[in-house]
């Protein structure tokens, strides 16, 4: 999030568009959701190169003919959405199946999850609707539109802090990946 800021506030003070930077958040933000929750799932470890090449296949085609760069690359947002909230709903599953019940306020990805969800589920709405200000030039709405994800942003940064500080304070033996 820290290199992505950077950059845009770079391409801002140089009088460049930054659009472009979105196209390439919105893909790397899903490809880091896949490999890290195929880590966690078994059952998606066979799918992740299918996913993969789906998602980045669908991402090119979006970027380059369906909107372009020129605007916000809306149909893939909508489909990282769509994914980071079914492999989050995928892992929750997973929890409730197979581990023993324990206090879940102490299980980090299980923090991390909730912010991704709530994260995703509100931006996907903002960038569905983000187009239509930038076709028309309306800069108040835009502002609303970019505050509202400000928002959202620092809620799912707090809630990635509280997950990073638990992960800290546990023993690694219960961190470890399970192949």
């Known amino acids: 999030m820290l ?35 195929s880590l966690l799932l078994p059952r998606l470890r066979p799918w992740r190169r299918w996913l993969l090449g789906g ?9 380059l003919l369906l909107e372009g760069m020129a605007q916000l690359n809306s149909y893939t947002i909508a489909l990282e959405s769509f994914l980071g909230i079914l492999l989050v709903l995928l892992y929750f599953e997973q929890e409730i199946r197979h581990l023993a019940p324990t206090n879940t306020q102490r299980r980090p990805l299980l923090i991390a ?9 509100g931006t996907v709405a903002i960038y569905l609707g983000s187009n239509t200000f930038l076709q028309t030039d309306d800069g108040v709405g835009m502002s609303l539109l970019y505050s509202i994800n400000s928002l959202l942003l620092f809620v799912l940064a707090a809630f990635f802090t509280r997950a990073f500080w638990l992960s800290s304070r546990l023993p690694t033996t219960s961190l470890a990946v399970t192949r």
């Open 113 to 121: 999850g909730t912010g991704i969800v709530l994260y995703l589920a």
């Open 55 to 63: 998602f980045l296949a669908f991402a090119v085609l979006d970027s």
């Open 3 to 37: 290199l992505l800021f950077t950059l845009m506030r770079l391409t801002v003070a140089f009088g460049l568009q930054n659009i472009w930077l979105a196209h390439f958040a919105a893909i790397g933000e899903t490809v880091c959701y896949i490999c890290a929750f």
